[in-house]
C-alpha cells in the first residue's frame, strides 16, 4: 500500500523558517521523483518544487525560488522542503506527491500518488 506522509507544519511567524518531511512507503521511492504543492484557501492547488529521482534536477516555482529548498534522503525514502524567509502569503495546505516522471514536471497530472497534507500557517 502506497503512502506518502507529510509533517512539519505548523504555526510560524513572517521571516521564520519551517522544514516539511514527507514519508513514503509502498513503492520504490529511489525510482520516482517527488514534489511538494500547497492550495491556500479559495485558491486552486499549485506547484511549490520538485526534485528527479536521483536528486540531480530540482525545480520550483518564481514564487518560492531564493526561500524554499527541496531535497531527499532515499535511505529514509523521505523528501524534505526547508522553507525559509516565509510571508504570510504562503499559508497553504502543503502536498507532497510522487511520479514516475524522470524530469521534476510541475504538472500536477502527471502525479499518481498524493499525500494528506500539512497545514502552513504564517503569521504577520
Known amino acids: 500500500q502506497v503512502r506518502l506522509v507529510e509533517s512539519g507544519g505548523g504555526l510560524v511567524q513572517a521571516r521564520g523558517s519551517l522544514r516539511l518531511s514527507c514519508a513514503a512507503s509502498?513503492?520504490?521511492?529511489?525510482?520516482?521523483?517527488m514534489g511538494w504543492f500547497r492550495q491556500a484557501p479559495g485558491k486552486e492547488r499549485e506547484f511549490v518544487a520538485a526534485?528527479?529521482?536521483?536528486?540531480?534536477?530540482?525545480s520550483s516555482a518564481d514564487a518560492v525560488n531564493g526561500r524554499f529548498t527541496i531535497s531527499r534522503d532515499d535511505a529514509r525514502s523521505t523528501v524534505y522542503l526547508q522553507m525559509n524567509s516565509l510571508k504570510p502569503e504562503d499559508t497553504a495546505v502543503y502536498y507532497c506527491a510522487a511520479t514516475r516522471l524522470r524530469p521534476p514536471t510541475p504538472e500536477m497530472r502527471w502525479y499518481d500518488y498524493w499525500g494528506q497534507g500539512t497545514q502552513v500557517t504564517v503569521s504577520s
Open positions: 526534485i528527479n529521482w536521483s536528486g540531480s534536477t530540482a
Open positions: 509502498g513503492f520504490a521511492f529511489n525510482r520516482w521523483t
